[in-house]
């Protein structure tokens, strides 16, 4: 055999590093009042950096789930098969309980350290995030059928993951999905025709299709179809209180760009068994309830995205010398790097702060619910339409070893698109934003306050809300974008320049925040990363984001 060449030039391996060694999300965990978790957001973060998650992440996305229709007798199984990766991820997660282990966590800050344990343990396969996710988002639905909540809260909430068809009520921990979308329309779920008949008893029997339910492997599912009194809510259970197996029939997987670890099926509901949470007509009201928190979790989620991207980004040009220099001392390079990383941090603190509004909002805040009401559909609109992008340009960051998947961001790029679909599309988030700001003044007026609070501490940020608010007097659907961005960034304006670094504050101040009217025509900020005015401290914004990584 003839010797390889040696191999120089190349960056160590980005294994055995602290994901949670994140000085914005850190600070928001402290700020937001969970600052008690940290040595288990820690726990979960080396956990996530360490080879042998990292490895299991990609396993899992190279092995994706099949489904098992039939046995070989002609019975029908309706299941799906994982690599044992999935289930090694899955453990992890629900043994943190980031699933709906917060319900019953009495203590004030639980959903900020759910967040983080969530923002930091995604980093190691965005996939399996969708059941944990899921679960976190069912309960506050399933609380509007109190007996059904007492029978199920604490097994959802139970820190065992425990796969497989059975009863729910003979398992250690159960895991949930919800099922909306059908062919004819997802965001216009009046459309749905699955049909729900009365069987006594507050049980219904539903029949129907969905074109889209995830993690169709899970025990309980959160179903709309139309009963009587209209469109209604129900849970349906996969397996029967009896053993028998529920009329929930999966027809086949999706073949999906990204998230190829995580299952999605469409399913043909067979007088399926399932009983009514909350009142008959009222299932969007309650169902919404569920989406909500999910929404925070796209949020959350991409924040993880876009701070993995710029991590390995970041970590490359640490070690790659061009030009007879390292790439993150190459001007340009510096400028694209803390651009990302901007963005990055930006991102964080608008889900740390949503997160933090969340916990606040179940406690009875009635303020933080206002505030989180329009805050989130416009965050929610922006980032994860900035996180395709943002996944790009760290992509290329990398050079041709980017485009190559065992760097893990092709697998990254794939993930980003789906957040911004997933639980309102882009437009449907942007007229949910306007819809809080014209219909729920409330919301509108904490929107403001909490802007207010920056005031007089960055004139750009100032200049920006006094737009921002000239703006909102032509609420027109067509401009709903345009409004739900320029919501979104003077927020994380408002958050930067009162909590964040102080480079990463000015430098997205003169970028995102600053009026171009008086600069002749050239952009102060283009419209690709790595366009910051000049003066921006690139070097102090670029460590933030570079990884510390242990020696061997
Ligand atoms: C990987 C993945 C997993 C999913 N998992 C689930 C799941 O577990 N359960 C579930 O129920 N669904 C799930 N979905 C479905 C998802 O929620 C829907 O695809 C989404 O809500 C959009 O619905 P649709 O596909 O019918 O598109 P449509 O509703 O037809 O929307 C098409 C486009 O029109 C836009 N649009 C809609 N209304 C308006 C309007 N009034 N004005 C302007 N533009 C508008 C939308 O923003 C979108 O860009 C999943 C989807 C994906 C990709």
Redesign the pocket.
């Given at each position: 055999m003839p010797s390889t060449h040696e191999v120089f030039n190349q960056p160590p391996a980005l294994t055995g590093y602290d994901v949670a060694d994140d000085p914005a999300m850190l600070n928001a965990l402290r700020r937001e009042g969970a600052g008690w978790a940290e040595d288990a957001v820690h726990e979960l973060g080396r956990l996530a950096g360490s080879a042998r998650v990292q490895e299991q992440g990609r396993q899992a996305n190279e092995n994706p789930p099949k489904l098992r229709t039939h046995d070989r007798f002609g019975n029908r199984v309706d299941e799906v098969e994982f690599h044992p990766a999935w289930h090694e991820l899955m453990t992890v997660a629900v043994r943190h309980g980031l699933h709906a282990a917060p319900w019953r966590d009495t203590r004030p800050g639980a959903h900020v350290a759910r967040a983080a344990g969530f923002y930091v343990w995604g980093a190691a396969d965005a996939g399996h995030c969708?059941p944990v996710s899921?679960t976190y988002a069912i309960v506050p639905a399933l609380r509007h059928a109190a007996s059904l909540a007492e029978r199920f809260e604490p097994l959802l909430a139970a820190r065992d993951y425990d796969f497989g068809l059975r009863p729910p009520e003979t398992k250690r921990g159960l895991l949930a999905?919800?099922?909306?979308?059908?062919?004819?329309?997802?965001?216009?779920?009046r459309a749905n025709t699955t049909r729900a008949v009365p069987a006594g008893e507050g049980s219904y029997l539903l029949s129907g299709h969905?074109?889209?339910?995830?993690?169709p492997m899970g025990d309980l599912f959160m179903v709309?179809a139309q009963a009587p009194g209209g469109l209604s809510c129900f849970l349906l259970p996969r397996v029967r209180p009896d053993g028998t197996r529920n009329g929930m029939r999966l027809q086949r997987l999706?073949d999906?760009?990204?998230?190829r670890s995580?299952a999605?099926a469409e399913v043909e509901y067979d007088e399926a068994l399932a009983w009514l949470v909350g009142e008959e007509g009222r299932g969007v009201r309650t169902i919404i309830e569920m989406v909500n928190m999910t929404r925070l979790d796209c949020v959350l989620g991409t924040a993880t995205g876009m701070r993995t991207g710029v991590t390995i980004a970041a970590h490359h040009a640490a070690h790659r010398t061009v030009f007879g220099r390292k790439l993150a001392d190459q001007p340009l390079m510096a400028s694209v790097l803390a651009d990302l990383a901007i963005e990055s941090e930006a991102t964080t603190m608008a889900a740390f702060r949503l997160a933090g509004a969340t916990d606040r909002a179940v406690r009875g805040d009635e303020q933080e619910a206002a505030f989180r009401r329009l805050a989130l559909a416009a965050t929610k609109y922006w980032v994860c339409k900035r996180a395709p992008a943002h996944a790009a340009e760290a992509l290329e960051c990398l050079g041709g070893n980017g485009y190559v998947e065992e760097s893990g961001l092709p697998r990254l790029y794939r993930e980003a698109p789906?957040a911004s679909?997933?639980?309102?599309?882009?437009?449907?988030?942007a007229?949910d934003a306007l819809r809080a700001l014209t219909r729920q003044p409330e919301s509108a007026e904490a929107f403001f306050a909490e802007l207010d609070q920056a005031a007089g501490a960055d004139s750009r940020l100032d200049q920006a809300v006094v737009r921002l608010r000239k703006e909102l007097s032509d609420p027109s659907?067509a401009r709903?974008r345009h409004l739900a961005e320029a919501m979104a960034l003077a927020l994380q304006g408002a958050l930067l320049v009162r909590y964040g670094d102080s480079a990463v504050a000015d430098a997205f101040a003169g970028s995102r925040l600053a009026d171009d009217s008086g600069s002749g025509g050239f952009l102060r900020w283009g419209r690709a990363f790595g366009t910051l005015p000049s003066g921006a401290d690139t070097a102090a914004i670029v460590e933030r984001a570079t990884p510390g990584i242990r020696a061997g």
């Open positions: 969708c899921m999905g919800m099922s909306m979308t059908e062919k004819q329309g997802g965001s216009d779920v969905k074109w889209f339910t995830s993690a709309l999706k999906k760009l990204g998230n995580n999605s789906l679909i997933w639980e309102g599309s882009g437009n449907v988030a007229l659907e709903a």
